[in-house]
Every structure is written in structure tokens, then in C-alpha cells.
Antibody, heavy 121, light 108 residues
Framework: EVQLVESGGGLERPGTSLRLSCAGS????????IHWVRQVAGKGPEWVSG????????GYADSVKGRFTISRDNRRNTVSLQINSLKKEDSAMYYC??????????????WGKGTTVTVSS | DIKMTQSPSSVSASVGDRVTITCQTS??????VNWYQHKSGGAPKLLIY???NLQRGVSSRFSGSGSGTYFTLTINNLRPEDFATYYC??????????FGPGTTVDVK
């Protein structure tokens, strides 16, 4: 079974940093891009960042560019999202998502259960 | 930036109805549009990729069409489990992706 398991969420103060992790299993991890998508309850999903199968291509939403850094370790089947200078508007459920396209960006076909980030003073 | 709109923002329908949702983009995104279904409390679910390709395991009552800047998602013979919010997504400038604002299908 294809699985993505997120960890690292929590309650954080504005201005601090946080590192989210995602562990993938049940598929050939280094064949697929991985994304982070966040969603506030009652609102639509927001794509945050994505990294290609080999880490060569990386993208960020304008809302997080310069504060978020995505990386992957294909030996450990993990993807990380480093979040710096946390803002209250970063509060959301963060989903790790597998891309559906092999060796290319295409769609978001398998979603993890998510990890909650709450930023509050 | 590519802006996305969806219409209607909400639609009331009955079981057995056909529902059509449209998605428009501010620039030509060729065929690079996906559709997702979201139900409260869970993660979004991929329905259609690249405008018209049905994701494995998704009911054939769902179909997609379009190109350029205008795309549609059609749900035929609406079932009780189809009441949800639907989002389009474009990725013409991958690895950048954008979700649309969503269309809620609720019970008439």
C-alpha cells in the first residue's frame, strides 16, 4: 500500500522555525515528485511546495517563497519542509502528497493524513 | 501568476442530476488541469488529471474536458457520495501548481 506519513507539526510561536518530515513507503520513492499542500479547515487547499524525483526541480508558492525550504533524501525515502519565520497565517494542516507522474510533475494522487501546524503567541 | 476561477461557487442538486462545473484560467494552460474532490475532515482526492484522464478507481460518472483557458468537470447521475467540494488545479508552469477556489455541490 502506498503511504505517506507526516510528522513534525505542533504549536509554535510566531517568528520561530519548524521542520516537517514525510516518510513514503509502498512505492518507488525516487521515481516521483513530492509536494506539500496545506489547508485551513473550511478553506480550499493551497499548494505550498514541490520537489522533483531527483531534487533538481523545486517550486514554492509566492506566499512562502524565501521562508520555506523543501528537500528530499531518496536513501531514506523522506521529504522535509523547513519553515522559518513562522507567521500566524502558516497555521494549517500540512499534507505530504505524492505526484502521480513518474519522473515528471503531473497531479497529486496520494495524500498523507497530514500534520497540524498552529502558530500562536 | 495564473489566476483561476470556478463557477458556480456552489450548486444545489439532487441525486440523479448531471452537474457541470467550470474552471477558467487567466492564461493558456494547455491541457494541464486536474480536478479534486474534497470532503470535510479528509484530504482531497484526485479525480481527473490532464483535463480528461480518469484517475484509477474513480467512477466513470466523472468526466473532464477543455483546453487552453476553459475546462469543465461533469458529474453524471449524481450519487449521495458526490456531495462535496470540487477544486480544479493547473500546473502549466510546473513545478508551480495552483488550486482554484472551489465549487460546493450540496443537496437541493
Amino acid at each position: 500500500e502506498v503511504q505517506l506519513v507526516e510528522s513534525g507539526g505542533g504549536l509554535e510561536r510566531p517568528g520561530t522555525s519548524l521542520r516537517l518530515s514525510c516518510a513514503g513507503s509502498g512505492f518507488i520513492f525516487d521515481d516521483y515528485a513530492i509536494h506539500w499542500v496545506r489547508q485551513v479547515a473550511g478553506k480550499g487547499p493551497e499548494w505550498v511546495s514541490g520537489i522533483s524525483w531527483n531534487g533538481a526541480k523545486i517550486g514554492y508558492a509566492d506566499s512562502v517563497k524565501g521562508r520555506f525550504t523543501i528537500s528530499r533524501d531518496n536513501r531514506r525515502n523522506t521529504v522535509s519542509l523547513q519553515i522559518n519565520s513562522l507567521k500566524k497565517e502558516d497555521s494549517a494542516m500540512y499534507y505530504c502528497v505524492k505526484d502521480g507522474g513518474k519522473y515528471e510533475f503531473e497531479s497529486m494522487d496520494v495524500w498523507g493524513k497530514g500534520t497540524t501546524v498552529t502558530v500562536s503567541s | 501568476d495564473i489566476k483561476m476561477t470556478q463557477s458556480p461557487s456552489s450548486v444545489s442538486a439532487s441525486v440523479g442530476d448531471r452537474v457541470t462545473i467550470t474552471c477558467q484560467t487567466s492564461q493558456d494552460v494547455r491541457k494541464f488541469v486536474n480536478w479534486y474532490q474534497h470532503k470535510s475532515g479528509g484530504a482531497p482526492k484526485l479525480l481527473i488529471y490532464d483535463t480528461s484522464n480518469l484517475q484509477r478507481g474513480v467512477s466513470s460518472r466523472f468526466s473532464g474536458s477543455g483546453s487552453g483557458t476553459y475546462f469543465t468537470l461533469t458529474i453524471n447521475n449524481l450519487r449521495p457520495e458526490d456531495f462535496a467540494t470540487y477544486y480544479c488545479q493547473q500546473y502549466n508552469q510546473a513545478p508551480l501548481f495552483t488550486f482554484g477556489p472551489g465549487t460546493t455541490v450540496d443537496v437541493k
